[in-house]
């Protein structure tokens, strides 16, 4: 028996979709797209196997959530818990003895290699934004 599957897809590849949907079986419980990054292999998937694909749009989730309660929080609510998450999230971005992401700007291409090395063999970190240019 294969375990519970969630799929969720940022990349949009409809090709990658079909393939999860298919090889997933039973297996797979939810499929949710969230993104095109691979705008050049978007489409639309029609007779997949398994939970139908929720697609997220921002906006429809903002419009549910300031429905009037049981629905929804309300619009006034729903002010109040974006400005909180906003708050906790400028908290934890801004903070300076530990920063949510450090800029590093390097020069040259043998700056350019490491730092395309590093991404490949899965050392980069997270929360290091590379600025890089080959001039000097």
């Known amino acids: 028996m294969r375990s519970p599957t969630l799929?969720?897809?940022f990349a949009g590849d409809a090709a990658?979709?079909?393939s999860v949907?298919?090889?997933s079986?039973?297996?797979l419980m939810y499929s949710r797209s969230i993104g095109g990054t691979h705008w050049s292999e978007l489409g639309t998937v029609s007779g997949?196997?398994?939970p139908r694909t929720v697609l997220f749009f921002a906006p429809?989730?903002?419009t549910k959530r300031s429905a009037p309660p049981p629905e929804g929080w309300g619009p006034e609510q729903m002010q109040q818990r974006v400005g909180a998450a906003w708050a906790d999230f400028i908290r934890r971005v801004g903070r300076a003895d530990d920063p949510w992401l450090r800029i590093v700007v390097e020069r040259g291409a043998r700056?350019?290699?490491?730092a395309y090395a590093s991404l490949l063999n899965g050392q980069a970190g997270a929360r290091t934004g590379l600025t890089l240019t080959l001039q000097t």
């Open 16 to 18: 990658l979709r079909r």
């Open 111 to 114: 700056a350019l290699q490491a």
């Open 25 to 27: 079986g039973d297996a």
């Open 60 to 62: 429809s989730q903002f």
């Open 21 to 23: 949907h298919e090889q």
């Open 48 to 50: 997949l196997p398994g």
């Open 7 to 9: 799929y969720v897809d």
